[in-house]
C-alpha cells in the first residue's frame, strides 16, 4: 500500500508523472522505507469528455490504508501536486484524491 493510479488521457509524458507520484509516496514516509509497498499504475482513457474544455487530463487515486491522519493526507496531496506543477505541462487539468481504505475491507496474499 499505496496502490497509486494515475488515469489520463494519453500524455507523453505519463512515465515521467509515474515517476512523481512514487518519488511523492516514498518521501511522504508514510510508507515503508524503501518503498517496497508503493505500487503506481497508469490507466489511459481514449474516450472522455472535459466540460471545462480542458484538452488533457491526469487524475491520481491514492489508495491508502486508514492510519494516518488529515494532516498527513493533506501534505502527501500538497506535495504530490507541487511536484506535478514542477513539470510545467501545459494544456492540462490535474486532480488528485486520496481514498483511505478500511483495514477491515482490504485482504492482500502473495503467492510465490
Do not use: W
Not at 489520463?8 to 509497498?37: P, Q, R, W, Y
Not at 472522455?48 to 491526469?58: H, T
Not at 494544456?91 to 483511505?100: F, K, R
Amino acid at each position: 500500500m499505496p496502490h497509486c493510479i494515475v488515469e489520463h488521457s494519453g500524455i507523453h509524458e505519463i512515465d515521467t508523472v509515474m515517476g512523481v507520484v512514487n518519488k511523492c509516496a516514498l518521501n511522504s514516509k508514510l510508507f515503508s522505507k524503501n518503498g517496497e509497498d508503493i505500487k503506481v499504475r497508469a490507466v489511459q482513457f481514449d474516450k472522455y469528455l472535459m466540460a471545462d474544455g480542458s484538452a488533457n487530463f491526469i487524475h491520481i487515486v491514492l489508495k491508502i490504508l486508514a492510519g494516518r491522519s488529515s494532516d498527513q493526507i493533506s501534505q502527501l496531496l500538497n506535495n504530490t501536486m507541487e511536484a506535478l506543477d514542477d513539470l510545467q505541462l501545459s494544456s492540462i487539468t490535474i486532480t488528485i484524491e486520496v481514498l483511505v481504505i478500511d483495514k477491515a475491507r482490504y485482504l492482500k496474499r502473495i503467492i510465490t
